[in-house]
């Protein structure tokens, strides 16, 4: 997150500078992550979220492997009940969870169905439905034409269906979605959250990892192209072709939304953030990682993981990693992305597809992730309250 002092036209990315790597002399303020066990199940595993599933005050884990899924229920660190959610949806890794009939519970996408939930999620299976929609890397739930209702974009590169497209819910969700194309696909560049209103004009537009989609009419029906976000260097493709995971934020709190990526399917991935210098007509690169970490980053989270009211940045060791596996966090120091320091928090662990959010509800938040090859589930813990009561009390 070091601010970079040079020139730039109007299309131009100037070149990355790698961020404070770990050892410097900052005290590190990022807290102590405590490891639990989730369970051990499945194999080539995506369709990840961390949300509410029973509307018992908690967040709970949902995954899936092409055709089936799961969600564990949590009970306590180590304590989560397995679910079934039902099968026959296809995909690869993409999947997101949302109300989607507007029944007051979260439902499931994966891929080529929606899978809704009963209201009686520990007891009944979820119903499943095939939506009409592709099987994909990617899956996003967003407002695309503005109608105050959640749509889904996908990503995929798949030979019949090389496209970056979105589909409008009907009345019924039951019926066939509607598509709408958006352009081209890569194997994945819009998840876990690759949409926002980039130039200031009041509608969503959509990132792809090494471009942005404009959305002309606010509609979601015209768009045009800006391919402009490609890094000093270029990407790393790997045998999977092109994946980037994005994150649209304004993580420098200038009043515009940037854009956060991490390299994935890839041997020797960066994180990395495009700074929007003004309605997205020009962006300035800034690295978080080191250029070459030997880490395949198949996972993105942005969020406020130390509560100093800023955005952090989250990525893991996937698949593809060359190196012993390691999570990190880039803290932002300065609050404006200016200043960063990196942080290992767990090594040893494949991570892929991971999720954060706050799943205790005590006010910090936490991250729960898996492998792709293989089959252990775990959630990493923020000790951040915890270690604070504790230095609180009297005698300690």
């Not at 045009?224 to 980037?244: Q, S, V, W």
């Not at 994150?247 to 890839?266: F, N, S, Y």
């Not at 989270?301 to 955005?311: E, K, S």
Request: glycine letters at 12%; proline letters at 3%.
């Amino acid at each position: 997150m070091r601010a970079i002092h040079s020139q730039f036209s109007a299309v131009l990315i100037v070149p990355c500078l790698v961020g404070a790597v770990i050892g410097s002399a900052a005290k590190a303020t990022i807290p102590r992550f405590e490891y639990h066990k989730i369970a051990e199940v499945g194999q080539q595993m995506g369709q990840t979220s961390l949300v509410d599933i029973d509307k018992d005050g908690d967040l709970d884990w949902v995954v899936g492997q092409s055709g089936k899924m799961w969600w564990f229920e949590y009970i306590g660190p180590d304590q989560w009940i397995q679910h079934d959610m039902g099968e026959g949806g296809h995909t690869d890794v993409g999947g997101c969870a949302f109300d989607i009939d507007g029944d007051g519970w979260i439902d499931q996408i994966s891929g080529t169905a929606w899978y809704r939930n009963t209201g009686k999620p520990r007891t009944e299976r979820f119903e499943r439905y095939d939506s009409g929609t592709i099987s994909c890397h990617d899956d996003v739930a967003a407002d695309i034409n503005g109608d105050g209702k959640l749509d889904v974009v996908a990503c995929s590169n798949d030979k019949s269906h090389v496209v970056t497209v979105w589909y409008e819910i009907p009345a019924h969700p039951r019926d066939k979605w509607i598509e709408h194309k958006i352009g081209a696909g890569i194997h994945g560049g819009v998840g876990p959250q690759g949409v926002g209103d980039l130039d200031g004009d009041g509608d969503n537009d959509v990132v792809r990892g090494d471009v942005w989609f404009e959305n002309l009419d606010g509609k979601g029906i015209q768009w045009k192209e800006h391919a402009d976000l490609t890094p000093p260097g270029g990407n790393r493709p790997d045998r999977f072709g092109l994946a980037i995971k994005v994150w649209v934020c304004d993580v420098d709190k200038d009043g515009d939304l940037d854009i956060i990526e991490a390299e994935a399917d890839t041997v020797d991935g960066r994180v990395l953030w495009l700074e929007n210098k003004g309605k997205a007509k020009a962006w300035q690169c800034h690295l978080l990682s080191a250029d070459h970490t030997r880490q395949d980053f198949h996972s993105l989270a942005v969020a406020d993981f130390d509560n100093d009211g800023d955005l952090d940045v989250f990525s893991g060791g996937g698949p593809l990693s060359q190196d012993i596996h390691k999570c990190f966090i880039w803290e932002n120091v300065d609050a404006r992305a200016g200043q960063g320091k990196e942080h290992l928090i767990l090594e040893g662990k494949r991570c892929h597809e991971a999720k954060a959010a706050d799943v205790d509800g005590d006010g910090d938040i936490d991250i729960c992730t898996k492998p792709w090859n293989g089959n252990l589930h775990f959630y990493l813990r923020n000790m951040l309250v915890e270690d604070k009561q504790a230095t609180a009390k009297p005698g300690s």
